[in-house]
C-alpha cells in the first residue's frame, strides 16, 4: 500500500474556544475521509487558537495527549480507516508546548513538540523537548513538524535521513520573517519553502495553514502539498478562505526522486566525510 490521497484542512479558528474549534475541525476532517482522505492534516494550535501575546485564549484550549482532541481524532479515525496530523497546545504538567499529534484507529502514535518557537511564542510554550521522531504506517515511514521549524533545514534533512518520506506540517504561517507577505505569483514565501525543502530532501511535505483575520495577526493561508521533486501536488490554497481538499498520491515515489538522473543521486552524493549531521547521538 503506497498509493494514498492526503487532505489537507484549511481554516481559521476562535482563541478561548476550544470546544467550537475542535467541533469545526472534526467536521472538516470529516469532510476530508468523505472525499477519500488516508492521511488528513490540521492546522498548527487549530483547537485552542492562536492567541499569543494579546491574550491567554491559547492557554485556554490547552489540553493533554492523550486529550479530548486525541480521543476525539482517534474515533475519527477509527470510523473512517484513516490518520489524523493535528496541531495543539499541549499541557504537560505546568508545561505548555506547541504540539502536533499523529493518530490513528489504534490512538496516538507520535508526538512532535514544535523545536523553534517564533516570536512571542516563546513567552507561551517551553521549547521541544521530544526531538524528531518518524512511525511507520502501512503507506510509508512519515515524520512531522510545525510551521517554524520549516525554516531550519536540519530539521527536514534529519528526518529525510531517518527515511521518512512524508512530514506533515500543522502550521499558522503568519507575516515577520520576511519582508513581503506574498510573492509577484501570490505565493508566501514560507510555501516557496515547502517546495525547496520537498525538492531538496526528496519527500512529500503537506503543510495545512490558519487563514483569515484575528486581530493584528493575518494568517497567509496558501496551504500546500508539495512532491519529491518540488512541485504542488495540491495546492496553494486560497489566501483568504476555509478549505478542505484532497490529492491522491504515490509515496513510493519518494524513494525514486532520489535519483535524478545517470550518476546523480543526491542521497548518495553527500559529504558525510566533510560534514554530517548528529542526531541522538549518532551521525546521519
Known sequence: MSQIAIGLVQTGTVPGAPESNRGRLNEMARTAFRHGANLVILPELGVSGYDLGVGDGTAAGAEPVPGPST?????????????????????????????????????????????????????????????????????????????????????????????????????????????????????????????VQANLNQIFIAAASQVGVQGELRFLGASLLADPRGEAALGPLSIEDDDVVVAAIDVASAKGARSRGELISPRADRRPDVYTLRYEGRDL
Not at 75 to 93: P, T, V
Request: glycine share 12%.
Open 71 to 195: 480521543d476525539a481524532w482517534v474515533q475519527l479515525c477509527r470510523d473512517h480507516d484513516g490518520w489524523i496530523c493535528g496541531g495543539i497546545c499541549e499541557r504537560a504538567g505546568p508545561d505548555l508546548f506547541d504540539s502536533a499529534v499523529l493518530v490513528g484507529p489504534d490512538g496516538v502514535l507520535l508526538v512532535y513538540r514544535k523545536l523553534h518557537l517564533f516570536g512571542h511564542e516563546k513567552t507561551v510554550f517551553r521549547p521541544g523537548d521530544f526531538g524528531l521522531p518518524v512511525v511507520d504506517l502501512p503507506f510509508g515511514r512519515v515524520g512531522a513538524l510545525v510551521c517554524y521549524d520549516l525554516r531550519f533545514p536540519e530539521v527536514v534533512r534529519i528526518l529525510a535521513l531517518q527515511d521518512a518520506e512524508v512530514v506533515c506540517v500543522p502550521t499558522a504561517w503568519v507575516t515577520g520573517f520576511d519582508r513581503i507577505a506574498y510573492d509577484a505569483g501570490g505565493m508566501p514565501p514560507q510555501a516557496r519553502n515547502v517546495l
